[in-house]
């Protein structure tokens, strides 16, 4: 059974885009991923001509890759309301079927958009499909430590409250299993760092108002269809501030960003060697040598 409904999160991402606005503040989380990305594509001794920006949201990742110098971007996204914002060529996508030919661009790139894929396996393989060979796929996603304490405190009021608690907070992958995900895809050389950007708020209701601002609201398939009571939200406040506020009296909120780095296979890179064939004894290799010791 599928984790996500996408239809619903069709709907909140065209509501997200119709509250968009230049420099809106909900757009931070992606800002910050896009300058980290692009960072880290300068770091590399290569000349990328052809490059998709896959749920490219707003277009401020596309932008920003634009301005680094690949005039070739294709934004594609599945919400058409988000793909009006971003820069043409524009390409309406199911991100679980890509429509790209194999070996195709050099360069896919993915900001906060991919954790909402529900068969995450399948779209990476067909990612490293549309690479060409020694083509780059550069992501970030959303991590699992994320809006911990959120989740905390929903769970704590509902249950106090109601003697049970329904999902509220969708379960987000863990740095490892992207990895293992990125190998069993077929991509060679992977790469996978987490960073945790921690946020404050002055009312929890604000951080709510983001993440519907960001098309992040609750579209797990299970989730319950009428809204949170308001006893429940009140008591989910009153519980967030006395656990997760600072001196300032200002609320905290963690998002964990996985970035991860892989490459289409080619046989100029780097390989393993084979079981074996080392040329020394692993034992012969701990050996002290002479005049080392003190």
Not at 67 to 95: F, H, K, Q, W, Y
Not at 264 to 278: D, F, K, N, V
Request: charged content about 20%.
């Amino acid at each position: 059974m599928d984790l996500f409904d996408q239809f619903a999160l069709a709907r909140h991402r065209a509501r997200a885009a119709r509250m968009a606005a230049p420099g809106d503040a909900p757009n931070f989380l992606l800002a910050r991923v896009a300058e980290d990305l692009i960072d880290r594509l300068s770091f590399i001794k290569r000349t990328f001509t052809d490059a998709v920006d896959l749920g490219c949201h707003d277009g401020t990742l596309g932008r920003a890759l634009r301005s680094a110098g690949i005039a070739n971007v294709v934004s594609a996204d599945a919400s058409p309301e988000m793909l009006a914002l971003a820069e043409t060529p524009r390409l309406a996508v199911d991100l679980a079927r890509l429509p790209f030919a194999p070996a195709s661009v050099d360069l896919v790139v993915s900001g906060l958009a991919l954790q909402f894929v529900n068969d995450l396996p399948g779209t990476l393989v067909q990612i490293r499909h549309t690479l060409r060979p020694d083509g780059l796929f550069l992501a970030a996603v959303v991590g699992g430590r994320s809006l911990h304490e959120l989740r905390e405190v929903l769970l704590l009021a509902e249950t106090e409250l109601t003697g049970g608690a329904a999902p509220r907070i969708a379960p987000m992958i863990d740095v490892r299993d992207f990895g293992s995900l990125l190998q069993r895809a077929g991509f060679a050389l992977p790469v996978v760092d987490s960073d945790v950007a921690n946020v404050t708020y002055a009312h929890p209701l604000q951080l709510m108002h983001d993440l519907r601002a960001m098309g992040a609201a609750n579209c797990l398939a299970e989730r319950p269809r009428n809204f949170l009571p308001r006893g429940v939200l009140q008591r989910a406040v009153e519980i967030y501030r006395d656990r997760h506020a600072g001196p300032d009296g200002r609320i905290r909120a963690s998002f964990e960003i996985i970035t991860a780095t892989a490459w289409a296979p080619h046989e100029s890179q780097q390989q393993p060697l084979q079981p074996g064939s080392a040329s020394v004894r692993l034992a012969d290799a701990l050996k002290p040598r002479g005049g080392d010791e003190g």
